[in-house]
């Protein structure tokens, strides 16, 4: 018969392999961020660094305010969809279990 707490403890380690795993997978993953139809675009990786923005020519030569909160617009979508990406991860590895308010995993 197997020890039960043998068994706890592999369960976990085999969790904690999981996930490095997907924090790896998630830092290499690019999200990518919009606004204004397009207009703003910003790429992002897992772990929230912006690696590219683009601007759409039309914006350079129109009102300053309005391209810096379309800039501001995409990169805050880019954020929500790195932590929705996480969340789901997040979900798929500890089988839906919700894990205690405040509990946050190292990513």
């Known amino acids: 018969m197997k020890n039960p707490l043998a068994s706890l403890m592999q369960q976990a380690q085999q ?3 999981n996930i490095k795993k997907a924090q790896d997978e998630l830092a290499a ?3 990518h961020g919009e606004s204004g139809g397009g207009l703003v675009r910003i ?3 897992g772990k929230r660094e912006a690696l ?3 601007i759409d020519e039309s914006l350079v030569k129109e009102d300053r ?3 810096e909160d379309l800039v501001v617009a995409a990169i805050n979508d880019a954020v929500h969809k790195v932590a929705k990406l996480k969340q789901d991860k997040m979900s798929s590895l500890t089988g839906g279990i919700q894990m205690p308010a405040g509990f946050k995993l190292p990513f």
Do not use: C, R
């Open 65 to 67: 305010d309005m391209l």
């Open 52 to 54: 590219k923005l683009s």
């Open 29 to 31: 993953t690019e999200i």
């Open 43 to 45: 790429v992002m990786n």
């Open 15 to 17: 969790m904690q392999d």
